[in-house]
């Protein structure tokens, strides 16, 4: 599938805010996993302690009532929006 094929349904792009706003496929919407702060903080981690304290982090501030809200989002967009994709860079 090509990216004007792509471009034709309403996709979520789950990457944080600034990136979205870099660039993204075109009418797709931005409901990230991690948002600006949040990425930036996970960022910071790895750098000081390295991938398995970023990962940690991550799982940390996404998790109970923060995940059960946005993968509730997703689940609302994808059953109103047939034949879309979620997507990120890293996955």
Wanted: hydrophobic share 30%; charged share 30%; glycine share 8%.
């Amino acid at each position: 599938m090509d990216i004007l094929e792509l471009s034709k349904y309403k996709n979520i792009d789950l990457r944080s805010e600034h990136e979205f706003r870099k660039s993204t496929i075109p009418g797709s919407i931005n409901l990230p996993i991690l948002r600006d702060p949040e990425f930036e903080s996970i960022g910071k981690e790895y750098k000081a302690k390295g991938q398995k304290a970023a990962l940690e982090l991550g799982l940390q501030i996404v998790s109970g009532d923060v995940k059960n809200r946005r993968i509730s989002k997703w689940n609302e967009h994808i059953k109103s929006n047939n034949g879309c994709f979620i997507f990120c860079y890293r996955g």
